[in-house]
């Protein structure tokens, strides 16, 4: 079982500096510049750490999934943006 | 372009002119700096982000290697260009110490003003410790004339300080906005610390000890160091006189408040929850507030960490890295131009010192005479040479029946500010006058009629008199008129019209 970068990814490299098992690296996903975890690789950090370095580094919201495939850092977890003010604010700016 | 201004070669005085603010005119009687001690003076004089007269000659750049943050703020999202804190988005051009090094090197031989070359960013430069000191490894050894500064949130300062001595980097700016964990709180969501997420207060008070650990070390070595702090209505404005005072007590020599810019299209968490940021006045109040307890720093202008240029001005179209990449360089004849370029800025800095702005000739000596903001435009040298209609930003200066002091920038594009709406329908002029509220006087080459009429209407009166003239000299001039004339008895408009703009 392994974590999942997925293509939110804003590729800031902070995920690669902290994985203690060397298993993430820049990559592409969809032609899009992406970091890429290496799930052979991936330990979930056990043994190492309590939490998984990875999701919690990550500065983007939905960007990374653990191994149930769930969103390790879920919308307004991060941020603090109720994510229904979030859609309102975007759905505001559209309509300009 | 005529050479006068500086004494320069024609490519140098062309790069002066299109600098956003190069004015000679800032004047060593209002600078920033004049209470500091000498061996500080000396460090900081070619420095265009800590001296405000030297930001008119110098110019300084930022490369973006270090991509990676260990702390969230609430004003800033990592998915786009960051307007606070000096800083592109990850996705903008991220270099490789090797490229940077290419890149900072180019530069300094096309622009020979460029005396500092910051890391800011995209993310924190000591959350990448092996990128940011391998940019200034190679950069001491391959380019010894051009200073080092690093801008960091604090975090991982104190781990990194010894390192960072070891490069000669004898400037570092912290950003410092509050010593109290529960307003951190409401600041910063989380902090990754010791190999976890930390969020709430529990994270802010580690950012809070760290910071200031951090700024005691650098200043136990000597190494200078700047904070800067974002004002934040509501948040943290009633409380950055207290920071102002703790970061002087652990030896910070400036401290710079900057006006949060939220716009809900940034994505941040301010910009999305409505909060606004200060109006000009606000901010100013602020400023001098603090100005009573240290020296604090007025001109900047929240430059981005991939710019390039004098301060407000960004020419970093001519150097991406493919431009860069087809450039021969040839650095020792270049660091020869640019020692002849500097000794010749040095040469005009103390004619200039020399000739300062006297208030004495004042012919009207009244009782108390009230202090007065005017906008300046000008596209360098220190003199008024632009164009209201060009002017991408305006200077502000006060005056008063003793002196004239340069108070702060403002923009006049993409941004209006703080807390001043830009309603629909409003034509740019409008805006622009809204901008240059609580001013007087506009100061300018040349005006058309219309925003002639506008301004005045609004009370702030257009002068194309003083064209090619010296700013101080002129902004004395016109405070002179005002004082014969009597304007000064009346009231200044200031509150009134500050109060529409920012209500
Ligand atoms: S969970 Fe741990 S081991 Fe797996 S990719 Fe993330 S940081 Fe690396
Ligand atoms: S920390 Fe998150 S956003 Fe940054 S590179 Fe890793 S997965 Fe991408």
């Known amino acids: 079982m392994a974590y999942e970068i997925i293509d939110n990814c804003v590729s800031c490299w902070a995920c690669e500096g902290v994985c203690p098992s060397g298993a993430i690296s820049p990559g592409t996903l969809h032609g899009k510049a992406h970091f890429v975890i290496d799930a052979k690789k991936c330990t979930e950090c056990e043994g190492d750490y309590a939490d998984a370095q990875c999701a919690s580094i990550c500065p983007i919201e939905g960007a990374i999934l653990n191994p149930l495939k769930a969103w390790a850092n879920p919308p307004g977890s991060l941020t603090g943006i109720p994510p229904e003010r979030l859609a309102a604010a975007m759905a505001e700016i559209q309509a300009r | ?503």
């Open chain 2, 1 to 503: 372009m005529e050479l006068t201004v500086l004494g320069q070669p024609a490519e140098q005085a062309t790069i002066e002119a299109e600098g956003g603010c190069s004015s000679s005119g800032c004047g060593s009687d209002s600078d920033s700096l004049s209470h500091l001690p000498d061996h500080i003076r000396e460090k900081v004089h070619n420095h265009p982000c800590y001296s405000e007269e030297a930001h008119h000659h110098y110019a300084r750049m930022h490369v973006a290697v270090a991509p990676a943050c260990n702390i969230q703020c609430h004003y800033c999202n990592r998915k786009y260009d960051c307007a606070n804190e000096s800083r592109p988005g990850v996705v903008s051009e991220l270099l490789s110490p090797d490229d940077a090094v290419k890149k900072v090197m180019a530069v300094a031989a096309e622009i020979p003003q460029m005396t500092v070359l910051g890391i800011a960013g995209p993310g924190d430069p000591l959350a990448n410790p092996e990128r940011t000191f391998e940019t200034f490894q190679q950069l001491t050894e391959k380019a010894p004339d051009i200073k080092l500064c690093v801008s960091t949130n604090g975090l991982a300062l104190p781990e990194q300080v010894e390192e960072l001595s070891k490069h000669n980097i004898d400037h570092v700016t912290i950003t410092i906005n509050t010593v109290d964990p529960e307003i951190g709180a409401q600041i910063y969501p989380w902090v990754y610390w010791n190999n976890r997420r930390i969020k709430g207060v529990k994270g802010a008070r580690i950012l809070i000890e760290q910071q200031q650990k951090g700024l005691k070390m650098l200043t136990d070595r000597g190494i200078l160091v700047k904070v800067n702090s974002v004002m934040i209505p509501g948040v943290n404005d009633k409380h950055l006189e207290e920071v102002s005072r703790v970061v002087k007590d652990n030896g910070a020599f400036l401290h710079n408040v900057m006006p949060l810019i939220a716009e809900a299209e940034h994505g941040t968490f301010y910009g999305v929850m409505g909060q606004r940021g200060p109006t000009h006045d606000e901010l100013q109040a602020l400023q001098d507030a603090c100005a009573g307890d240290m020296n604090m720093m007025r001109h900047c202008r929240q430059c981005r960490a991939d710019a390039v240029g004098l301060l407000g001005e960004d020419r970093g179209d001519e150097f991406t890295m493919d431009k860069v990449e087809v450039m021969d360089i040839d650095y020792e004849a270049a660091m020869e131009r640019r020692k002849q370029v500097q000794d010749d800025i040095e040469k005009q800095r103390k004619m200039k010192q020399a000739g300062l702005v006297a208030l004495e000739g004042l012919s009207v000596q009244k009782k108390e005479l009230r202090p007065v903001l005017m906008a300046v435009a000008t596209s360098g040298g220190g003199i008024i040479n632009e164009h209201f209609g060009h002017a991408k930003e305006f200077l502000i200066y006060e005056a008063n029946a003793t002196d004239v002091r340069f108070i702060s920038h403002r923009k006049v594009e993409l941004y209006c500010g703080g807390g001043d709406t830009c309603g629909d329908g409003e034509s740019v002029l409008d805006q622009i006058i809204k901008t240059l509220s609580g001013c007087e006087a506009v100061l300018c080459s040349k005006i058309g009629y219309e925003p002639w009429d506008l301004l005045e209407a609004a009370g702030i009166m257009p002068n194309g008199e003083h064209a090619m003239e010296d700013i101080e000299q002129a902004v004395a001039a016109v405070y002179a008129e005002m004082a014969e004339n009597g304007a000064l008895e009346k009231p200044a408009p200031t509150k009134q019209i500050a109060a529409q703009a920012g209500a």
